[in-house]
């Protein structure tokens, strides 16, 4: 046989096995979400690229672009959803505005070159800055499976995504504070259920290369894909990198005010500031430390450009205070209940919210132990980072600083957040410029045994990343084919079953109250929900029913045409925040006991209500 023939056999059968290897195990359940994923992810650069060009942003980057596109489906999703006019139409319309914003931005208006040639800069980078994402992608594009994914980051978009905007949600907290990103989530959402998480992992990936980039041309770091390997190995990051929550996007909007008011746009800094507020309210205090750091008080320019910079965060943030005001009867929920009264939310609930979110020192042993503490152990969900820091920042006693004002301001930050957090995570960014300090410490000090230590904490940094993530979502069953996508729901989320058998089985209106259960992202009906820190939202039934077919009647008078229960969830949540009082409990297990469930799994009973439809 001529080699010709051999080599087109053998091209043939290399095309066959990776046909195979896309389309017939998990990867063909891939395919289209991370087309989807990027297809967004493009729309949001375009719309922000657009909004640069409108206000003439000096030297907007591919993660500036892509943050204020974030903005811009916050502000429509936020008026769409406030109108409650949001409905596969008008999300369709946000996709032909960013398509045709894309083509003007990049193909066809002025500035398309400068365009063009901005994307290429920061695209056409080494393949080995690329590599180091490979194993964090392979775990983000698993079916979402997170607990406070499933109910929150994912949970309320899609529970506005359901309700065809806004709704009251007296009793699911987190949705009443600041949600931007939620809501920016809403398209990603429309586009399948692995979308967001992909969607997510694109967002951290740049924001990893766009810190190196930073790093190596302003803050004075040599080596970029060293930085790369910094930060992507923190078991921390990992974590971001592949879990849908809002401390990731948090820090991506810090980092890009720092950067613009290096740059002495304190106005555009301000509105990064502001939208990193309206992500998560705890960014208030980076905030804060930020404006102590930067303001010298007895200077009257500084003093009016901190109370400028104030007012436009107050002003980024007020739609959500409306936001909150209409639909919770309190603007600063879930803070000011004595001010704003309200039957479903007390001095109890915000004491248990306290406990909740807890904090790291309990004890004045505890500063002393901080640094340790900080490098070994994990401080709330994915809040590990490793000893990093605590070899290498010491090694900048050894020489001079230039710029030591942001390595204060992050040390700051790590020192106040103990005292108001157990989770790490909620200051993620601070570890994150503390990383280029360490970078610049270690290159400034860098022998053959550091650079020996260096690579070794690279890599067991990268071995605890990958067995905590292994833990959470253990990739292997779904990727060897041990699972279905199903199976791999169903594994980590028992109540999933349940939601099939709703999507297919009920009308488009038809309501479902969950009970017990506050992961809600995989439902696709309307429906209402209780949160774990909330009082049961069958409280109010029951106080009023005497008998289960009373119960059953005042469920329907409200419209619901299911009621969902997932007993051991409903257990759990009972005996760690008592959400019902005994009596309630009891009397909700009798009334139970008279209905027969249309669907049962496990823990989980599905009951239809008589007369709903």
Not at 205 to 210: G, I, N, R, S, W
Not at 326 to 347: E, I, K, M, T, Y
């Amino acid at each position: 046989m001529s080699k010709p023939i051999l080599r087109i056999i053998l091209s043939a059968a290399a095309v066959v096995f990776v046909l195979n290897l896309l389309l017939f195990n998990y990867s063909q359940f891939v395919i289209l979400p991370l087309m989807g994923a990027l297809f967004l992810l493009a729309a949001f650069i375009g719309l922000g690229d657009g909004l640069a060009g409108l206000f003439k942003m000096p030297a907007a980057g591919i993660l500036e672009k892509a943050a204020l596109g974030l903005m811009v489906a916050a502000a429509y999703f936020y008026l769409v959803g406030f109108f409650k006019i949001l409905n596969p139409l008008t999300i369709l319309a946000f996709f032909a505005a960013a398509l045709v914003v894309f083509v003007l931005r990049f193909f066809a208006g002025p500035g398309k070159r400068e365009s063009r040639a901005g994307v290429k800069s920061f695209f056409a980078r080494p393949l080995s800055e690329y590599a180091v994402f490979l194993v964090p992608l392979v775990y983000a594009a698993l079916p979402p499976s997170f607990y406070d994914s499933l109910v929150y980051h994912l949970g309320i978009p899609n529970l506005y995504l359901q309700s065809g905007g806004f709704v009251a949600t007296p009793q699911f907290v987190y949705a009443n504070t600041f949600i931007y990103y939620e809501i920016s989530l809403i398209p990603a959402l429309f586009l399948g259920d692995l979308v967001p998480r992909l969607f997510h992992f694109f967002l951290g990936t740049l924001f990893v290369l766009a810190v190196a980039d930073e790093a190596v041309e302003h803050w004075g770091v040599r080596k970029k894909l060293s930085l790369i390997l910094a930060l992507v190995s923190l078991p921390m990051t990992l974590f971001l990198l592949v879990t849908c929550k809002n401390d990731l996007i948090g820090a991506i909007f810090i980092f890009l005010a720092i950067r613009q008011y290096r740059r002495d746009n304190w106005k555009g800094a301000a509105v990064f500031w502001g939208f990193a507020v309206g992500i998560k309210v705890f960014n208030l205090l980076p905030l804060a430390l930020f404006l102590l750091l930067t303001t010298r008080p007895w200077k009257k320019s500084d003093l009016k450009r901190s109370a400028l910079m104030v007012l436009i965060v107050v002003l980024a943030v007020s739609p959500l205070l409306v936001k909150n005001l209409r639909f919770s009867g309190n603007p600063f929920f879930p803070f000011l209940h004595q001010a704003f009264p309200s039957a479903f939310w007390d001095g109890d609930r915000f004491a248990r919210l306290q406990e909740d979110v807890g904090r790291i020192v309990q004890a004045p042993a505890d500063v002393i132990r901080w640094p340790y503490a900080l490098s070994f152990f994990n401080h709330g969900y994915g809040g590990l980072v490793g000893p990093f820091f605590l070899i290498f920042l010491p090694f900048l006693l050894l020489g001079p600083l230039k710029e030591k004002r942001w390595l204060f301001w992050a040390l700051l930050v790590l020192a106040c957040a103990p005292f108001l957090t157990a989770s790490l995570r909620f200051v993620y960014v601070a570890f994150v410029v503390l990383a280029i300090y360490a970078l610049l410490a270690f290159e400034a000090a860098a022998g053959k045994l550091l650079k020996a230590v260096f690579y070794v904490l690279i890599a067991v940094n990268f071995v605890m990343g990958i067995a905590m993530l292994e833990k959470f979502y253990s990739f292997h069953s779904a990727w060897s084919g041990s699972f279905s996508p199903q199976q791999y729901r169903e594994r980590f989320f028992p109540t999933y079953p349940a939601f099939v058998y709703i999507n297919a089985k009920a009308p488009p209106q038809a309501k479902v109250l969950l009970v017990g259960e506050a992961r809600n992202f995989y439902l696709q009906r309307p429906y209402q929900l209780s949160s774990a820190l909330d009082y049961c939202i069958l409280n109010r039934y029951l106080a009023s029913s005497r008998n289960a077919a009373e119960f059953v009647a005042a469920i329907e008078k409200d419209g619901f045409s299911y009621l969902l229960v997932n007993f051991f969830e409903l257990e759990r949540l009972q005996a760690k925040y008592a959400n019902m009082a005994a009596g309630e409990e009891k009397k909700l297990m009798a009334f139970l006991r008279a209905l027969t469930p249309v669907f049962s799994r496990g823990p989980v009973s599905l009951y239809e209500i008589p007369g709903s439809f």
